[in-house]
């Protein structure tokens, strides 16, 4: 039995109760074998007469977000789950791309028909609710219990170009084998070059997942290259193989890290991938993923600054302005577990001398400020910033310690400027 929160009961009922029957379908089933906890649930539901009758059915259940709904698929958000309600439908191919499908909504599909159009059998899996039933018509389970990736069905995979990055980072996510079968098929797509035809957020999200979701993600990256992948991604092509074996170990290290926050992690799993590379190789391959020009801004400092075995506090004072040190920290710690010993037990000297100085996750915070200026008399005017960068330097370079200190050290500055 595949267990399900139970406030989602009383909507079953309810469906069960107008004449549908509710499956639960894909991810959640899938996790619920592997052990894993999943806030998305996905629930197919048959019998039912048309999409509006499902939509009527569930708002008052909450807020109905019909926003898929050329797809047959409405969302509800309840309490921390991600709930989508979908009609049977199958598909077929009319035009190039992840979108290029003619979905046909069929409420009374068998649910071995309406599986057939998924990508993996491990994804094919069903839990009949109302029969306490599962429904496995492809071997998923068993595939999931050896660890092995298979297709469901290998001409319709090939019509969607995402499936080959799906099969990736599910295999590094889950640590599974792709079947013989699967991978030449994967390889055959990507040599027809199917990988040009998805748009980079598509990309994006996938590669997202395998780097985000995986404890080895050197196991996806791996697969990758195996089957010819790294044409698309031509950066990673121009990787020595130390260089490379070497980044494998970076990114599966910074995987290890307890790291909370999903864009820091994306930022730093990013800048584990790229710290070989120059800046134009840097900028060309997270430009293939996305155009956020802030993710750039945040990953290339993370690259270009670096550590020495002592830093003065003054140094660290410095780069507390251009990088987050904590992050900073994380991403050096990768880098040099298995290549410098030296500077590898330094990271954790540094973590504590920036936690000593407050500024692990922050730079400095300036003693004074425009009005300590205003305060000894003198009116506003365009010098102001120009003292203050200086009065920044000072305090960096430890010139005072305190607010009374740098008042002091104000005064003299602005005798300077002929304000005192």
């Known amino acids: 039995m595949i267990k399900y929160p139970d406030y989602l009961k009383k909507i079953f009922d309810k469906l069960h109760m107008s004449g549908a029957s509710c499956v639960i379908v894909g991810g959640y089933v899938r996790d619920s074998f592997l052990n894993i906890t999943s806030k998305d649930i996905d629930i197919e539901v048959y019998n039912i007469s048309s999409f509006n009758e499902l939509e009527g059915l569930l708002t008052e259940f909450g807020s109905v ?6 797809f047959g698929v409405c969302k509800l958000r309840i309490k921390d789950l991600d709930i989508d309600f979908t009609l049977p439908r199958t598909d077929s191919k009319i035009s190039s791309g992840h979108a290029g499908f003619d979905i046909k909504i069929q409420s009374n599909l068998n649910f071995i028909t309406a599986a057939n159009r998924r990508d993996f059998t491990v994804n094919a899996i069903g839990y009949d609710v109302l029969n306490n039933k599962i429904l496995d018509p492809f071997n998923g389970i068993n595939d999931l219990k050896n660890k092995i990736l298979r297709a469901v069905d290998k001409n319709k ?26 991978f030449k098929l994967c390889k055959e797509m990507i040599t027809h070059n199917i990988l040009y035809e998805l748009p980079k957020e598509r990309v994006f999200e ?51 890290q307890e790291i909370i926050n999903k864009s820091t992690k994306t930022v730093l799993m990013l800048a584990g991938v790229c710290y070989k590379f120059d800046d134009m190789l840097t900028i060309s391959f997270v430009s293939k993923l996305t155009n956020e020009k802030k993710l750039l801004k945040k990953i290339l400092p993370l690259i270009h600054n670096h550590i020495k075995i002592k830093q003065s506090n003054s140094e660290l004072f410095r780069l507390a302005t251009k990088v987050n040190i904590e992050n900073f920290l994380i991403l050096k710690k990768a880098i040099y577990k298995n290549s410098n010993h030296g500077l590898y037990m330094a990271c954790d000297e540094i973590n504590e001398q920036a936690k000593k100085l407050n500024i692990s996750n922050k730079k400095a915070v300036p003693f004074l400020r425009g009005r300590d200026i205003l305060a000894c008399g003198n009116v506003a005017s365009k010098e102001f910033s120009e003292i203050l960068e200086d009065a920044y330097e000072a305090q960096m370079n430890e010139e005072f310690s305190s607010y009374d200190e740098a008042n002091e050290w104000l005064k003299n500055h602005l005798a300077h400027f002929l304000f005192c």
């Open 206 to 256: 996938e590669i997202k997942k395998l780097l985000l979701k995986s404890s080895k993600p050197s196991l996806g990256l791996e697969l990758l290259k195996e089957l010819g992948a790294i044409k698309y991604f031509s950066e990673l092509g121009t990787l020595n193989n130390n260089d490379w074996i070497h980044t494998l170990q970076t990114v599966d290290e910074i995987a290890k």
């Open 65 to 70: 977000n019909s926003f898929g709904k050329s």
């Open 157 to 182: 995979f090939s019509d969607d170009p995402l499936r080959v990055l799906r099969a990736v980072q599910f295999c590094a996510r889950f640590d599974l084998t792709i079947d013989d079968e699967l």
